[in-house]
């Protein structure tokens, strides 16, 4: 298996578009949209849509996790979905075409013995070429997030990880000396991370290049639309990206861990060919209303369009 995904707190994501949105009064959404989401999943659905050979690991439980492994049969994702007590979570984002304004439900509680199938099954596909891990973790009967992260590296053994979560999250792993191999942060998860909000280019370049968190680490740091730096192979490079009109940009962080993910199995060679197919991917996610979501004829445009230069 060339790719394994992991998303340890899925959910039902649902969009609704309300022009003119105004708190405390009442709306009506003039479109709904429903979606399987949660981080991990995204990136699933992105590399089903590239033809990535990928398998996706994830907890689900009641009628909204069978709502979703419904979903990705139809994808053709194919998914070890360890079923849990508790129910899967939803979240809410309701667009008003200025502004999205986001509720995350903090997610069910994982038992023990839920915990060790998924560890089994995982056995099935250790030493993959990729492994990505996103977004937020669940409640872990007796064990800590970060330890559950542990067991779930030390068993895939992966060649390569990539691991997307909250900054809190994300430090805590790096600072544990975790085969972690790549992190995509925004800007605010970047400053969180280092302690400091760089003012300058060349103050991200020097962080990348010296922060002790950051040793040997891939960094790719999206700067929305002042495009992104990345540190790839200890080397730094500047991203340029088009403008572009964003419909959702939901989905989009993911959408270029997908990129990354796929660019390491297949630009192995060029890294400027890689960061171009990853930033492009996360640009055609923000242009379709669905979250995980690509156009593959937009992915190809924006990669001839986007400027990377090694600095």
Not at 26 to 40: F, L
Request: with cysteine.
């Amino acid at each position: 298996m060339t790719i394994v995904t992991h998303t340890f707190n899925p959910s039902v994501d649902i969009t609704y578009t309300v022009p003119d949105f105004h708190l405390g009064d009442v709306h009506r959404p003039t479109e709904t949209i429903k979606n399987p989401g949660g981080k991990g999943i995204n990136v699933s659905k992105v590399l089903a849509q590239l033809g990535a050979d990928l398998h996706a690991y994830a907890y689900l439980g009641g009628a909204n996790g069978r709502w979703i492994a419904d979903q990705l049969e139809r994808l053709d994702i194919p998914v070890s979905a360890v079923t849990i007590e508790g129910e899967t979570r939803q979240c809410l984002a309701i667009n008003d075409s200025q502004h999205q304004t986001e509720v995350l439900e903090k997610g069910p509680v994982v038992s023990q013995a839920a915990q060790a199938n998924y560890i089994e099954q995982l056995k099935a596909h250790a030493h993959p070429e990729v492994m990505t891990i996103s977004g937020s973790s669940p409640q872990f009967e007796g064990a800590t997030a970060l330890e559950h992260l542990r067991e779930v590296l030390s068993t895939a053994q992966a060649q390569y990880t990539i691991l997307d979560t909250r900054a809190d999250d994300l430090k805590a792993a790096l600072g544990s000396g975790l085969p972690i191999r790549c992190i995509k942060p925004n800007e605010d998860e970047f400053a969180q991370l280092v302690g400091e909000h760089p003012d300058t280019d060349k103050n991200f370049y020097q962080l990348m290049k010296t922060h002790t968190l950051l040793k040997d680490i891939d960094v790719f740091l999206t700067l929305g639309a002042r495009g992104a730096i990345i540190k790839l192979d200890n080397h730094i490079y500047r991203a340029t990206v088009p403008t572009i009109q964003a419909v959702n940009a939901v989905g989009s962080g993911d959408s270029t861990v997908a990129g990354i993910a796929y660019g390491r199995t297949h630009f192995k060679q060029q890294p400027e060919q890689l960061i171009r197919h990853a930033l492009a991917c996360g640009m055609s996610n923000a242009l379709q209303k669905e979250t995980g979501k690509i156009n593959i004829a937009q992915v190809e445009h924006f990669a001839t369009q986007i400027q990377v230069e090694m600095v």
